[in-house]
């Protein structure tokens, strides 16, 4: 046999295949060369761990068959109108197969209860909640029931059967696939390592790929749109879930699983076991816990009687959002016990911490969606599809981020013991500010910063703390400033004198030391004392970056620079937003793609765009695009010359955003761009 | 010999301020004695000078040197502030004005910058005042003069990073030019006092650019021209703003590129200022070279603060006399201020840089 031949052959290898081949091989007595099998079977891992899977599903669940009523239920069998085709999976209520429907030739997905279950009158009650709830629900974004019986030995649902893959099974396989420096990636199909960048380039994909002869076998996501794709989809579960409500009905059970995206890339609601009716006003009892522990609201996991309504399924669904956003769950804990506590009691990370590409609105949104106080969520599914598609049209979106104070009350409302300490570290200073006052009581004031100063190990802290004490009492405006002037020339001599470790301690501090001494009357002092060696500092961390060797260290003095592009100071930003330009990895792409959200000065935002186009990585032209909407025109512009540079052979997105520009020399711009007349 | 008068007067300017310390007075903040601002700072002072003199009165304004440091400009401005002034004229540069404003703001004591273009000097500040055009001004103006007159398409941009006046020059002339429908090939950044700097402009000409706006200072520009080798250079038209007021700029561009032009706030052959010419006359005979543009503008603000000063106000009825400047008439243009503190229809000079003399008058432009 022409090896070619045998390569095709294996490409389509059953795990019988192998095994017969093997054991070929091994009757006519030759030794094994294992190369050349892997040569002729480069899927024999892939072969093996479907094998495994086989097994290890037997294993779990008795038999891939079930008898009832001494019918065997397995590929071939027939279960009244149905004849089971293959398996699709095995869910908490049994198997799921992919079977015929007899009468009308149809392929459904037959949902069977093992036999056993049938002895269980919750799991009965449940099969029938779902098929009565997904029957009285018809929408486009809902797997549909097509048949349900329930008698004797016997209970199935047949369904609407999506081919496909559900959103925990993109989750797992994104965390696994090889993402870093593609576009594309093949998330179902036998090798999650195919390229596919140059099958999918120039094609537009909205995540998946219809079928195309020519595509990979498997889904595609394309990672530059992944953000959008994944609010697209919650979007879309927003839809369903808005019908489920109008028809009455709370899902209680939306998490990844249960959202299943076809490989014509729309996205079904499944699993309606828990709903329950909005008019069921009962309170859930103690202990009462239903849900998957990640995904539930606060409301759901609290042992207190809640009531559960529409919002609990808007939470369940942020909460997906937020899982699909940053590949991680917000509140994965060591146990049920721990994650639940932690939905009660924690906030979660902002997911732009997690993955700093995200667009800030779009966090915006999540977080409204995940608030703990119901009252503070979106009230209905439809203001939330509505905000998510505002999101998706590059509109302003409704919701507002929580704002500093905000974020202080709730923290303070949360952390009370914390609060109280920090309040203890406050009035040290104010203690330490009335000691050094009374000129004669030095004595006293040392015990009191011995104390402190076991309280609180790092030097540089405490003597920010000490300092900006002593500015405090001063009480002459006068000697202040005069102060503030000796620091300012205090970080300046260290810049000359070279000590650029120190220069970069003492910027980290001294604005704290003046706010905290002359509240924001100092500041326009202490930025215009420093403006200049604020710049120097930029270029010495320049020259340091030039100097250095190790990763570790170059990503020290990029880590000054970062910090040196959030000051509000739009000069030193921008000289930081040039060197990041020249020397930033992707880490600096991830902050200035925060710094772009966060300055409302034009000069640091072009600055910004200006380094985001000279990084050059397309992966955050979303988050560019994102701040199209500016109603300055001059900053609009550089977003065009941003996603230009970023996107040359792309321009869908420059379309998308720039096609209605009102702005007649911002059309005219955007015509050049399109025509690539430079 | 300058820094040495400077010296003089500053020691001059402490005595005299400290024996009347308290008493109304004007206040002068220049660069006396800095290395790079010097030059501009005794220009913008013998302008001072003449028109204390031009305007009759025994009367003697504080000087105080700046050092060309926004601490030593905040340090003298508190010491004018200490000594009495209740309205202060200076400084000459958008950093320094930028202390200013704050010093101005917390005393309640103005300042008219003569020359600091920065857009930002006067931002939503009651106490802040100038006596010039500011950058968005020059901007649009060297713009449209560009695209329309000069027919440059194709521009390039090199911006001195490390003063607000190039960053604010450099980014109003790039949004200007872009309006016009001009095209931004590149933004070019350097440091003064960078070595690395000195090849910027041949890293320009190997763009495919027209020309480029080089929107530092004088001196820094020039050494850039002199170290600049690329071939293409001869084909290149450069622009630049009122910070190339250098002679040597002046000798070396006419024989390294294709054209130059400049705004600028004042030209002695300016047609159509009738009062310029008895100031040209005046200057030059006292002072035997005719008067730049911070001698100039430093007249203008110098009288007009005299011609409004009264000993009897304070810092905020000072700030209200310079806010009621109406049609006050000066050798480098009619002034009238607007409620933000600038000179309406301020004119704007437009240089061209020629070989063997000083700069062409070619035009003058209101906002």
Avoid at chain 1, 339 to 360: V, W
Avoid at chain 1, 367 to 394: C, H, T, V, W
Avoid at chain 1, 630 to 637: E, L, N, Q, T
């Amino acid at each position: 046999m022409p090896p070619d031949r045998e390569t095709d052959r294996s490409t389509h290898a059953t795990p019988a295949r192998v095994v017969r081949d093997m054991s070929r091989v091994l009757e006519v007595d030759h030794p094994i060369d294992a190369d050349e099998f892997r040569r002729r079977y480069p899927r024999l891992p892939d072969a093996l761990k479907a094998i495994h899977r086989r097994a290890e599903r037997r294993a779990g669940s008795g038999a891939s068959t079930d008898v009832r009523d001494g019918r065997h239920v397995g590929i071939g069998s027939e279960l009244d109108d149905y004849r089971i085709i293959g398996e699709i999976g095995r869910g908490g209520m049994g198997m799921v197969y992919e079977a015929e429907q007899l009468s009308l030739g149809r392929r459904v997905a037959l949902k069977v209860l093992p036999s056993g279950a049938l002895r269980n009158q919750r799991a009965v009650d449940r099969f029938r909640r779902e098929a009565t709830a997904v029957a009285r629900l018809s929408h486009p974004r809902i797997v549909a029931v097509h048949g349900f019986n329930i008698s004797g030995d016997s209970a199935y649902l047949a369904m609407e059967l999506v081919r496909g893959l559900d959103l925990a099974d993109i989750v797992d396989k994104l965390r696994s696939a090889r993402t870093h420096g593609r576009r594309f990636v093949l998330i179902s199909g036998p090798d999650l390592d195919v390229d596919v960048s140059e099958w999918a380039r120039g094609r537009k994909l909205v995540g998946t790929v219809p079928g195309d002869p020519r595509a990979p076998e498997g889904i595609v996501i394309d990672l530059r749109n992944y953000q959008h794709m994944a609010a697209s989809i919650a979007a879309d579960a927003a839809d369903a879930l808005r019908h489920a409500h109008a028809h009455g009905i709370i899902h209680r059970d939306i998490k990844p699983s249960n959202l299943l995206l076809s490989e014509n890339g729309h996205v079904k609601l499944s699993d309606f076991g828990l709903a329950k009716g909005i008019e069921d006003q009962s309170l859930t009892k103690t202990g009462d816990f239903v849900g998957s522990p990640a995904y539930v609201s606060p409301e759901q996991a609290s042992s207190r009687r809640a009531r559960i309504d529409e919002r609990s399924d808007i939470y369940s669904l942020g909460v997906t959002l937020y899982e699909l956003l940053t590949l991680h769950q917000p509140f994965a804990g060591k146990d049920v016990a721990d994650a639940l506590r932690k939905i009660i009691t924690k906030d979660p990370p902002p997911p732009t911490r997690i993955n700093p590409r995200l667009s800030r609105d779009l966090e915006t949104i999540v977080m409204k969606a995940i608030e703990k106080d119901p009252d503070k969520r979106y009230q209905s599914a439809a203001e939330f599809g509505d905000d998510l598609r505002r999101f998706l049209n590059y509109e302003p979106i409704l919701a507002r981020p929580l704002g500093p104070i905000g974020r202080l009350a709730r923290s303070m409302q949360r952390n009370r013991i914390t609060w109280a300490l920090a309040g203890m570290g406050l009035t040290i200073v104010a203690l330490l500010a009335a000691l050094t006052v009374q000129g004669g009581s030095g004595g006293r004031a040392s015990v009191i910063l011995q104390e402190v100063g076991r309280t609180i190990s790092d030097p540089e802290t405490l003597g920010a703390l000490q300092s900006a004490s002593e500015l405090a009492v001063d009480l002459s405006p006068d000697e202040r400033q005069r102060r503030i002037l000796e620091m300012a020339d205090e970080v300046t001599r260290l810049l000359d004198a070279g000590d650029l470790e120190l220069v970069l301690q003492r910027l980290r501090t001294i604005d704290v030391k003046v706010a905290l001494a002359m509240g924001s009357a100092g500041a326009p002092l202490l930025a215009e004392t420093l403006r200049s060696t604020k710049v120097r500092t930029v270029r010495a961390v320049r020259d340091a970056i030039g100097r250095e060797t190790t990763a570790q260290g170059r990503r020290r003095w990029l880590l000054a620079l970062e910090r040196l592009l959030g000051d509000p100071d739009s000069l030193v930003a921008k000289n930081a937003a040039v060197v990041l330009g020249e020397v930033g990895d992707s880490t600096s792409l991830g902050r200035l793609v925060d710094a772009l959200r966060e300055r409302d000065d034009r000069v640091g935002k072009v600055a910004v765009l200006r380094a985001i186009a000279a990084l050059g990585d397309p992966s955050v032209a979303e988050h560019v695009a994102d701040i199209a909407r500016s109603p300055d025109p001059w900053v609009r512009f550089h977003v065009l010359e941003t996603l230009e540079a970023l996107q040359p052979e792309d321009l869908e997105l420059l379309t998308v955003v720039f096609r209605g520009d009102e702005t007649g020399w911002i059309q005219h711009r955007y015509r050049m761009a399109r025509e690539g007349d430079r | 010999m300058r820094q040495r008068v400077a010296a003089l007067l500053v020691l001059f300017g402490l005595l005299v301020g400290g024996c009347v310390e308290r008493k109304p007075t004007v206040g002068v903040l220049l660069p006396l004695t800095s290395d790079d601002l010097s030059g501009w700072g005794n220009e913008a002072y013998e302008g001072f000078m003449l028109a204390v003199e031009d305007s009759g009165t025994e009367f003697q304004p504080i000087v105080q040197d700046t050092g060309g440091t926004v601490s030593g400009t905040i340090g003298a401005f508190e010491a004018l502030v200490r000594q009495g002034a209740t309205v202060v004229i200076g400084p000459i540069g958008t950093d320094a004005a930028k202390a200013a404003a704050v010093v101005a703001r917390r005393h309640q004591v103005p300042f008219l910058t003569p020359s600091a273009t920065g857009v930002e000097v006067t931002a939503d500040n009651p106490f802040a005042f100038r006596f010039c055009y500011d950058d968005g001004d020059a901007a649009e103006a060297l713009a449209a003069f560009a695209r329309q007159t000069l027919d440059l398409k194709r521009i390039a941009v090199v911006v001195d990073l490390g003063t607000s006046y190039s960053v604010g020059l450099a980014g109003a002339f790039e949004e200007a030019f872009s309006r016009q429908r001009g095209v931004i090939v590149a933004e070019i950044g350097y440091w003064a006092d960078d070595p690395s700097s000195a090849d910027v402009l041949d890293r320009v000409a190997a763009l495919d650019v027209d020309g480029a706006l080089m929107a530092g200072y004088g001196g820094d520009v020039a050494r850039m021209v002199r170290a600049a080798s690329h071939e293409r250079l001869g084909e290149l038209v450069l622009l630049g703003g009122d910070g190339w007021d250098s002679d040597e700029l002046r000798e070396i561009l006419p024989t390294k590129v294709r054209d130059a032009y400049h705004t600028s706030h004042f030209h002695v052959d300016d047609p159509r200022e009738a009062s310029v010419t008895p100031f040209v006359e005046r200057y030059t005979a006292v002072h035997q070279v005719p008067p730049s543009d911070f001698a100039a503008l430093m007249y203008d603000s110098t009288r007009a603060v005299l011609s409004v000063f009264d000993p009897s106000l304070d810092g905020v009825g000072m700030a209200k006399r310079l806010d009621s400047i109406r049609e006050w008439p000066g050798v480098t243009g009619v002034i009238s201020m607007n409620p933000e503190g600038n000179p309406t229809e301020k004119g704007i000079v437009l240089e061209r840089v020629i070989l063997g003399g000083p700069s062409r008058f070619v035009e003058r432009t209101s906002r």
